[in-house]
């Protein structure tokens, strides 16, 4: 039973960091893609990032792109998103997800899902 497991959100200033885990178990990775969703109240689920297990090929939303970057430790099976100078519209539930689909945005395209790591920006 794959299980995913996210840690890492919390409180955070505007301009802050915050460094989100997602510990994986249950099945080899190797050919899957890795995701990170966030999803805001009344909002619909948000691409983030992805990583491609095995080569480590990544893809990242534009709002993502180079403040966030997504990293994946074999031994640990963890996947990270790193976040830097976040604002106060990241805030948001945080998701990761595995796909069998190439580095795919659609979050319908994920099978596994996490229960989510809240991250919350003060302005």
């Known amino acids: 039973q794959v299980r995913l497991v996210e840690s890492g959100g919390g409180l955070v200033q505007t301009g802050g960091s915050l460094r989100l885990s997602c510990a994986a178990s249950g099945r080899s990775f190797t050919t899957y893609t890795m995701g990170w969703f966030r999803q805001a109240p009344g909002k619909e689920r948000e691409f983030v990032a992805a990583i491609r297990w095995a080569s480590g090929s990544t893809l990242y939303s534009d709002s993502a792109k180079g403040r966030f970057t997504i990293s994946r430790d074999n031994a640990k099976t963890t996947v990270y998103l790193q976040m830097n100078t976040l604002q106060p519209e990241d805030a948001a539930t945080y998701y990761c997800?595995?796909?069998?689909?190439?580095?795919?945005?659609?979050?319908?395209?994920?099978?596994?899902w996490g229960q989510g790591t809240q991250v919350t920006v003060s302005s």
């Open positions: 997800a595995t796909s069998r689909q190439y580095l795919v945005v659609n979050f319908r395209e994920y099978d596994d």
